[in-house]
C-alpha cells in the first residue's frame, strides 16, 4: 500500500515502520496517526514479520504534535478531545501490536513523539538524541499515552518531574532513569538496533506473543491475577512445536528453528 506520511519496508522478519515527514521532524499530524494504524495492520498480516522497528526520517524520532496546525486556529474541547481520541487509538493499537516493536530513536523524541516510542516494547536511542514531555511548554497536558507510560519506566517522582519542568533530557540520561533501553553512537544506530531486532526475531513468535501480553497487564493486575494468567499461557506454549523444537534444540547443543506453530 501506497502512505503520504510512512515508509514501510521488510527485510527478511524485520518491519519497518519509517514516519517520513522530515520537513516537519515528523511531527503527528492526522494523516500519519490513521496511516500508522494501517501500516500496524499491514505488518501483522504479514506472517513474515516478526518484529517492528518504528524510526524516523531525515535524522528525528518524532517532534510530537504538529504544532504549526494548531496555530491556524483556536480549537474547541470538542476538537481537541477529538484530536487526542485519534492518537489514542494509534497508542492502543501500537503497546497491544502482537509481536515484539523496537523504536530507533535518533534525534528529537518530544512531546507525543517521546510517547510514541515509549508505546514500543523497547528503546535504542542514538548518543545525539533528546527525549521530553514538553507539553507544558505550550499550555497543554501529556497526551499519547503519556501519563500512563512513562511513570512505568521511570518512577512516579521522575515522571512528574519530567512533565512539571519541561526539560528535555540527553540519551545518556534518559538511559540512566530507565527511560531507553541501550544508547549507541549515531553511526551505529541502524546497525545495532537490526542486530536486536534480529536477535528477538530469531525467538519463539507465540512465546513472545503471549509474554509481551502478561508483561504489559501485569502493572494493572494484582499477583494472583498475574500467577493465573502465567498458567493459562504456559498452557498454551508448552502445547506448541515450538517448545519441542526448542527442547530438540537444547539437548542437541544447536540454534532453535522457531515457526510460531
Not at 67 to 88: C, D, I, P, W, Y
Not at 98 to 121: H, S
Not at 131 to 151: M, N, Q, R
Not at 187 to 207: M, N, Y
Amino acid at each position: 500500500m501506497g502512505y503520504t506520511t510512512l515508509l514501510v519496508e521488510r527485510a527478511g522478519a524485520i518491519a519497518t515502520i519509517t514516519l517520513n515527514r522530515p520537513e516537519a521532524r515528523n511531527a503527528l499530524d492526522l494523516v500519519m496517526r490513521g496511516e500508522l494504524l494501517t501500516a500496524l495492520d499491514e505488518v501483522e498480516a504479514d506472517p513474515q514479520a516478526r518484529v517492528v522497528v518504528l524510526t524516523g526520517a531525515g535524522g528525528h524520532f518524532c517532534a510530537g504534535g504538529d504544532v504549526k496546525t494548531m496555530r491556524t486556529k483556536r480549537h474547541t474541547a470538542a476538537e481537541g478531545r477529538q484530536r487526542v481520541e485519534s492518537l489514542n487509538r494509534m497508542v492502543l493499537r501500537l503497546v497491544d501490536f502482537p509481536r515484539p516493536t523496537i523504536a530507533q530513536v535518533d534525534g528529537f523524541a518530544v512531546g507525543a513523539g517521546c510517547n510514541l516510542a515509549l508505546c514500543c516494547d523497547l528503546i535504542v536511542a542514538a548518543d545525539r538524541a533528546r527525549f521530553g514531555e514538553v507539553f507544558g511548554k505550550i499550555g497543554l497536558v501529556p497526551d499519547g499515552g503519556g501519563t500512563w507510560l512513562l511513570s512505568r519506566v521511570v518512577g512516579l517522582a521522575r515522571a512528574k518531574e519530567l512533565i512539571f519542568t519541561a526539560d528535555i533530557v540527553e540519551a545518556a540520561e534518559a538511559q540512566r532513569i530507565g527511560l531507553v533501553n541501550r544508547v549507541v553512537k549515531a553511526a551505529d544506530l541502524s546497525t545495532e538496533t537490526r542486530r536486536i531486532a534480529e536477535r528477538i526475531a530469531a525467538g519463539p513468535p507465540l512465546a513472545l506473543r503471549l509474554a509481551k501480553q502478561m508483561v504489559n497487564r501485569a502493572a494493572t493486575s494484582d499477583l494472583a491475577s498475574a500467577l493465573d494468567a502465567e498458567a493459562g499461557a504456559q498452557a498454551i506454549a508448552i502445547t506448541s512445536d515450538d517448545h519441542q523444537e526448542g527442547l530438540a534444540a537444547f539437548f542437541e547443543k544447536r540454534a532453535p528453528r522457531f515457526t510460531g506453530a
